[in-house]
């Protein structure tokens, strides 16, 4: 499983508005999906799960997806993030 966490770094908490949607790739198309976590998704058949954590948002790949994918993903995830929130991130792989 691919791993990452999207930390905040002008702050410790994201503050995400009300009924917005921060959880989604900026141009990366993608569908919706039920389950666990605070958000899911799937690209290219690969499930994406989203958990809100102390430390940030975790992004976890549940299926086959190559790396590189999976970076470009997190990226354009942590650009909404900024986007939704106001507020500055990065994002860190987690594990492989």
Request: proline letters at 6%; aromatic letters at 12%; charged letters at 25%.
């Amino acid at each position: 499983m691919i791993e990452f966490l999207i930390k905040r770094t002008d702050g410790e908490w994201f503050d995400f508005p009300s009924g917005s949607d921060p959880y989604r790739p900026v141009s990366i198309p993608y569908k919706k999906i039920e389950g666990w976590g605070d958000g899911r998704i799937e690209i290219d058949g690969c499930p994406i799960s989203f958990s809100f954590e102390d430390p940030g948002v975790q992004i976890s790949f549940e299926g086959d997806i190559e790396e590189q994918r999976a970076s470009a993903v997190a990226e354009q995830i942590r650009q909404s993030i900024e986007q939704v929130s106001g507020q500055m991130a990065k994002a860190v792989q987690i594990s492989w």
